[in-house]
């Protein structure tokens, strides 16, 4: 039964676009996080929320916007994407910060 | 800039060996570090953490930690072939909510 639902499973898009990525936790953690991992790059850590406030940001492309509208709630919003952006998207939570982090299944996005 | 170094980056051990993974923070403010599991295809799984100077062991699997030099290693005895799979450090600040992960240790146990 997972306790971080991530959507979709996988995702297919083409250059140019557009996409969300969805992330709901149900361990009533306080924190949330977005990882990215590619066989170019290992696991690699995006942001940081904490109740519901963005508390970190290591992405440097803007065209990665996180959204919460909901404390257990944390999407990612991709635009323009390039072939680059291809990696599986992790979100994560933990109860605090620096505490233990769970990962969701993931979303594998290919750009093509 | 928070990094960690992990070594090997690949280890072949036989059914029964020991398997020994190292990991060092560039970083010399980290406070924690944790040591997760991921098998192929699915999301890394927290196998312990450590947090001050000695060694925590549970079950098979031990974790030691040096924080002068910012050093960690866990050790699995008696290695299964279900242990096979990315062995990922992580660490981080008290001061901020990132936690960095190195790139990982591929670990193989051979039948």
């Known amino acids: 039964d997972p306790k971080i639902i991530q959507k979709p499973k996988y995702l297919v898009a083409v250059t140019g676009s557009e996409k969300i990525l969805i992330c709901e936790q149900y361990?009533?953690?306080?924190?949330m996080y977005w990882y990215r991992q590619s066989a170019k790059k290992p696991l690699e850590f995006m942001f940081s929320?904490?109740?519901?406030?963005?508390?970190d940001n290591q992405t440097a492309s803007s065209r990665f916007q996180p959204q919460s509208s909901k404390k257990n709630h944390l999407d990612l919003q991709i635009t323009a994407l390039k072939p680059d952006d291809s990696a599986t998207y992790f979100c994560?939570?933990?109860?605090?910060?620096?505490?233990?982090?769970?990962f969701g299944k993931g979303t594998r996005l290919t750009v093509v | 800039q928070q990094k960690v170094q992990q070594s090997p980056e690949s280890l072949i051990v036989p059914e029964g060996g020991m398997a020994s993974l190292n990991c060092t923070s560039s970083?010399?403010?980290?406070?924690y570090f944790w040591w997760y599991r991921q098998h192929s295809g699915k999301s890394p799984k927290m196998l312990m953490?450590?947090?001050?100077?000695g060694e925590k062991e549970e079950g098979r699997f031990t974790v030691h930690l040096n924080k002068a030099s910012l050093h960690t290693s866990l050790h699995i005895r008696d290695s299964q072939p279900s242990d096979s799979a990315l062995y990922l450090c992580?660490?981080?600040?008290?001061?901020?909510?990132?936690?960095?992960f190195g790139d990982g240790t591929q670990l193989v146990v051979k039948p």
């Open positions: 929320y904490s109740y519901q406030k963005l508390m």
């Open positions: 970083d010399r403010n980290v406070d």
């Open positions: 992580a660490a981080s600040r008290n001061s901020n909510n990132r936690i960095f």
């Open positions: 953490s450590i947090f001050s100077n």
């Open positions: 361990l009533g953690h306080n924190a």
């Open positions: 994560a939570s933990s109860q605090e910060p620096n505490t233990e982090v769970f």
